[in-house]
């Protein structure tokens, strides 16, 4: 999918504005935060602050929410493996 996620992050970043702020949450795997790194840097989008880690969800979260896809998948994972990324569109 990554030529319609060329598509997608090309016009978000072209038609974005100086100082606009961004986030970007992924799996926690090289193959998608190395190519969001390598795509910004293209549009003077610079990486502000970024991780890569095992983060707990609050257990207050209520599950419940979720609707058709709690009776479909049961109760989510109470771990996520991710990666983030915040940048903001320099001058």
């Known amino acids: 999918m990554r030529e319609k996620a060329n598509n997608y992050f090309h ?3 072209a038609s974005s504005k100086p100082k ?3 986030l970007f949450i ?5 193959n998608f935060y190395d190519w969001f790194d390598q795509f910004a840097s293209n549009y003077n989008i610079k990486i502000k602050d970024k991780g890569e880690e095992k983060k ?5 979260e ?3 929410d ?4 709690f009776d ?3 109760s989510p994972k109470l771990t996520a493996d991710i ?7 320099e001058l």
Do not use: C, M, T, W
Not at 26 to 30: E, G, P, Q, Y
Not at 56 to 60: G, M, S, V
Not at 66 to 69: A, N, V
Not at 83 to 89: D, E, F, G, L, N
């Open 20 to 22: 606009s702020i961004f």
């Open 26 to 30: 992924d799996n926690n795997n090289d």
């Open 72 to 74: 479909k998948f049961g």
């Open 83 to 89: 990666a983030y990324r915040i940048a903001v569109k």
């Open 11 to 13: 016009s978000l970043f």
């Open 56 to 60: 707990n969800l609050p257990f207050e």
């Open 62 to 64: 209520e599950k419940l």
């Open 66 to 69: 979720l609707g058709e896809y």
